[in-house]
């Protein structure tokens, strides 16, 4: 099946610092999701790519998707104490006509140490 | 978007016990799914909860462990069946909404299971 490869696997950063996590994959999407997840709660969704090249921003949040559609990385700038949880990239399959189905990277962990 | 509740939020059962995990969206949806999380893992697909037919499950998973039931487009269970330890984990229910190359997934707060 379908894998993606997602790093970091984890992050320790400093407040006010910059992070880039990014995810990979050998094959193509036509959607790249990311998500937040803090302890305790479902994955949130930050952003939703669609198009190859698309950059988008949610406030301190930026994410673009590869050109060649195999990859996809999330910025978020100035990072503050409440970043820290769990990101994760999302692809959704679509195969079957309509089986559709979301394949996720491993996550990568962000502690920011205020 | 979507607003997902689920029921209960956690719980603690004894092995061998069944539970039934209660999801309800604020919208009719069509597609809706139940994930998997195990403690420091990603989400695992166990099941796509079909209305008037039968679940899609995917490799791993069988219905006599995981029966689901999706009686209306904004109501779905899922029970964990016979449990054991190994069954611990966050279940996370989720509905995709959109078009086809433009879905957008969200997901429930999810329930902690803790299996003794």
């Not at chain 2, 166990?46 to 995981?66: C, L, M, P, R």
């Given at each position: 099946?379908?894998?993606?490869?997602?790093?970091?696997?984890?992050?320790?950063?400093?407040?006010?610092?910059?992070?880039?996590?990014?995810?990979t994959?050998?094959?193509?999407?036509?959607?790249?999701?990311?998500?937040?997840?803090?302890?305790?709660?479902g994955?949130?969704?930050?952003?939703?790519?669609?198009?190859?090249?698309?950059?988008?921003?949610?406030?301190?949040?930026?994410?673009?998707?590869?050109?060649?559609?195999?990859d996809?990385?999330l910025?978020i700038?100035?990072?503050?104490?409440?970043?820290?949880?769990?990101?994760?990239?999302?692809?959704?399959k679509?195969?079957g006509?309509?089986?559709?189905?979301?394949?996720?990277?491993?996550?990568?962990?962000?502690?920011?140490?205020? | 978007?979507a607003v997902?509740s689920?029921?209960?939020?956690?719980?603690?059962?004894?092995?061998?016990?069944?539970?039934t995990?209660?999801?309800?969206?604020?919208?009719?949806?069509?597609?809706?799914?139940?994930?998997?999380?195990?403690?420091?893992?990603?989400?695992?697909?166990i099941?796509?909860?079909?209305?008037?037919?039968?679940?899609t499950?995917?490799s791993?998973?069988?219905i006599?462990?995981?029966?689901?039931?999706?009686?209306?487009?904004?109501?779905?269970?899922?029970?964990?069946?016979?449990?054991?330890?190994?069954?611990?984990?966050?279940y996370?229910?989720?509905?995709?909404?959109?078009?086809a190359n433009?879905?957008?997934?969200?997901?429930?707060?999810?329930t902690?299971?803790?299996?003794?």
């Amino acid at each position: 099946g379908q894998q993606l490869n997602q790093s970091p696997q984890s992050m320790f950063i400093q407040e006010g610092e910059d992070v880039s996590m990014n995810c990979t994959s050998s094959s193509i999407f036509n959607t790249w999701l990311w998500y937040k997840q803090d302890p305790g709660e479902g994955p949130v969704l930050l952003i939703a790519l669609y198009k190859a090249g698309e950059l988008t921003s949610n406030g301190r949040l930026t994410a673009q998707f590869g050109i060649t559609r195999k990859d996809s990385f999330l910025n978020i700038s100035a990072s503050i104490p409440s970043d820290v949880g769990i990101y994760f990239c999302a692809g959704p399959k679509i195969s079957g006509g309509s089986n559709y189905k979301l394949t996720f990277g491993k996550g990568t962990l962000l502690t920011v140490n205020p | 978007s979507a607003v997902i509740s689920q029921k209960p939020s956690r719980d603690i059962c004894q092995r061998g016990t069944s539970l039934t995990i209660q999801c309800q969206v604020d919208s009719q949806v069509t597609m809706m799914f139940w994930y998997r999380q195990q403690p420091g893992q990603s989400l695992t697909l166990i099941a796509t909860a079909n209305q008037g037919s039968e679940a899609t499950y995917e490799s791993g998973f069988v219905i006599d462990k995981f029966p689901i039931s999706r009686p209306n487009l904004t109501f779905s269970t899922l029970t964990v069946s016979n449990m054991s330890p190994e069954d611990s984990s966050i279940y996370l229910c989720s509905v995709a909404i959109g078009l086809a190359n433009s879905y957008e997934q969200y997901f429930g707060p999810g329930t902690r299971l803790t299996v003794t």
